[in-house]
């Protein structure tokens, strides 16, 4: 339950695993480490594994899953005692550390706006804050939670957030009609015009260098 090429980079870092990827897609690439198989299968759907897993990784599942702790009770019933859950993910709710994202930017509105879809939806587009409480509820123990800002531009000082914060800004501005499309035409009735609109005035706004936004990744880690 991650990207593909974490799972190719631990089959090739640990050689004597047996590591299995799923996703509902058929995206897997053909060459993998020996090690690595991938399966197309979802879920949300009751698990059917037959031996348990010493290592789970699951990561950026918000808006993807409708019930969250149900996941992390599926992750603890097939994890071996003294096993592992890694659990990443975000809190898309977009805020400045200076103030700087007032409430009249389009890009604040379109943030509220895109997480009352979401959970009109039936899904969690903040879950990061919540994996610690759903994972002790499931019944894991031993937690350790992280808290990392992920900055929208180059505003950022420090070389390494100001890095995070180029991916991020090219991601949000490659990926803004994938990801408000569907919830905002669905959801929330907009035309598709009236999202065009909203696209083109989060395109700019965020340009903006005095505009310091940033959201927030949650992470329970093993490997750093």
Not at 135 to 155: A, E, L, N, Q
């Amino acid at each position: 339950m991650a990207g593909l090429i974490f799972w190719e980079e631990i089959g090739d870092r640990y050689p004597s695993a047996e590591i299995l990827g799923n996703d509902l897609s058929p995206i897997q690439p053909r060459w993998v480490p020996q090690n690595v198989r991938f399966e197309v299968d979802d879920v949300e759907q009751d698990w059917t594994f037959n031996e348990p897993f010493d290592y789970i990784h699951c990561r950026f599942m918000g808006n993807a899953i409708h019930d969250l702790q149900r996941l992390t009770d599926q992750c603890f019933e097939h994890t071996k005692p003294g096993g592992y859950l890694e659990m990443i993910d975000l809190d898309l709710e977009w805020t400045s550390p200076d103030g700087s994202l007032k409430s009249d930017h389009a890009s604040l509105k379109f943030n509220k706006e895109f997480i009352k879809a979401s959970r009109s939806a039936n899904m969690e587009p903040c879950p990061g804050p919540r994996l610690e409480a759903w994972m002790k509820k499931s019944g894991f123990t031993d937690i350790h939670t992280k808290k990392y800002v992920w900055p929208i531009g180059t505003w950022p000082a420090d070389k390494h957030l100001k890095q995070i914060g180029a991916l991020n800004f090219l991601q949000i501005m490659e990926g803004l009609e994938a990801f408000t499309y569907a919830l905002f035409t669905r959801q929330l009735g907009y035309s598709k015009e009236e999202v065009d609109v909203i696209c083109a005035n989060i395109r700019r706004e965020i340009k903006e260098p005095k505009l310091h936004t940033m959201f927030n990744l949650y992470g329970i880690p093993l490997f750093q």
